[in-house]
């Protein structure tokens, strides 16, 4: 979906802007540690234009803050702050389930038709997984929890949705060069 | 490259070893992993091919964060189970008052079908006595010996089976 910048521009100043205030809350909130909400806000921001530059995006609120949660995390961790055990009971759900309703142009969008098939295809325990993690934005630790699973398996279960979404992919002709 | 199976299996095996590396990059990778990773990268050149394919598609599914997403709304695992699940489901819960109707259709039938229909409200004035004490009895959980009751009058009285069942067991 590739648009012209004055596009864009609209685009992110009507669904992203207004939730940045909400997104520097939480971020110091639920990780207090990190030195410099700018540099995390930035980077979301950034992957979320570089995303919706190539195709539709279901809930960019949503997809804000789990960018958000993932890069911080990366930062910690690359900082040495690496306490998993705290890092990975973020309840981002419950943060972006405010959300308007998501409009209906999108959700038929035959791209993310294309990826709610990829998953509605696996078989159940990794279909389980997949929605927890890429619809709800849950941790593996989160859904590890949610079904009672070790995250060993949540892992191993996330390993082979993925490889056969990719599968699904390429049999439906969905790649890189193609996916806009 | 061939399309051999061999090959074929070996292919799928590269790309479920990138499929691991990007799963376990997203929940962070111990040190000892970063370079197991880096030297798993560096083997072969079809390993970058995969982990980027692997990779770019587990982000791709990120376009449906929060496709799903209302105030209070609880996270499903089975969202998108398959429909017809969803209609087993559906017909698991609609059972209950499925048969509920069905009995209130029965009580309704048997009250147009005959005045003493309700198992409660049956006339034993009809059968001999050891029914009437079966009656008392059955109430009681105790019932008296089958042979001691005159079953010709009783299933005069009450012709549905199930509810001769009800009555008479």
């Known amino acids: 979906m590739p648009r012209d910048d004055s596009e864009q521009a609209r685009w992110f100043a009507e669904h992203v802007l207004p939730h940045e205030a909400a997104l520097r809350a939480w971020l110091q909130s639920r990780f207090p540690s990190v030195v410099d909400v700018d540099d995390v806000v930035q980077a979301s921001y950034e992957r979320l234009l570089r995303v919706q530059e190539t195709g539709p995006i279901a ?30 009971d973020i309840d981002v759900a419950a943060v972006y389930a405010d959300t308007e309703g998501i409009p209906e142009s999108i959700t038929h969008t ?43 398996t949540v892992e191993v279960q ?13 049999r439906h002709g969905y790649g890189r060069s193609n996916s806009a | 490259m061939s399309n051999s ?7 799928r095996a590269i790309d479920d070893d990138a499929a691991a590396w990007v799963v376990r990059q997203e929940r962070g990778l111990t040190a000892a992993e970063q370079d197991a990773f880096s030297q798993w990268l560096a083997a072969d050149a079809r390993h970058q091919a995969a982990f980027a394919e692997q990779r770019w598609s587990w982000e791709e599914l990120d376009r449906l964060n929060g496709l799903q997403s209302s105030v209070g709304a ?6 998108l189970a398959p429909r017809q699940r969803i209609v087993a489901r559906w017909t698991g819960f609609a059972i209950v008052p499925l048969v509920m109707a069905a ?27 050891l029914c ?21 009058a009783a299933k005069r009285i009450s012709p549905w089976p199930t509810m001769q069942t009800v009555l008479l067991l």
């Not at chain 1, 279909?127 to 995250?151: D, F, H, N, P």
């Not at chain 1, 996330?158 to 390429?170: A, D, H, Y």
């Not at chain 2, 199976?5 to 292919?11: E, I, L």
């Not at chain 2, 229909?117 to 034993?124: E, T």
């Open chain 1, 59 to 88: 809930n960019p609120r949503a997809f804000l803050f789990v960018s958000a949660r993932n890069f911080t995390l990366n930062q910690l961790r690359r900082l040495r702050h690496e306490k998993r055990d705290l890092l990975t």
């Open chain 1, 110 to 152: 035959e791209s993310l038709r294309l990826l709610v098939e990829a998953i509605h295809q696996l078989p159940t325990r990794c279909r389980e997984v997949m929605t927890l993690r890429k619809i709800y934005g849950l941790s593996q630790r989160e859904v590890a929890m949610q079904l009672g699973m070790a995250e060993n």
């Open chain 1, 158 to 170: 996330s390993r082979i949705g993925l490889r056969k979404c990719v599968e699904f992919f390429r």
């Open chain 2, 5 to 11: 199976p061999t090959n074929r299996r070996h292919d």
């Open chain 2, 74 to 79: 609880v996270p499903d695992p089975k969202l």
């Open chain 2, 103 to 129: 009995a209130a259709a029965m009580m309704v039938y048997l009250a147009h079908r005959q005045p003493a229909g309700d198992p409660a409200r049956v006339d034993f004035r009809a059968v001999p006595s």
């Open chain 2, 132 to 152: 009437e004490e079966r009656k008392l009895s059955f109430r009681s959980r105790s019932l008296p010996p089958r042979g001691r009751c005159d079953w010709t």
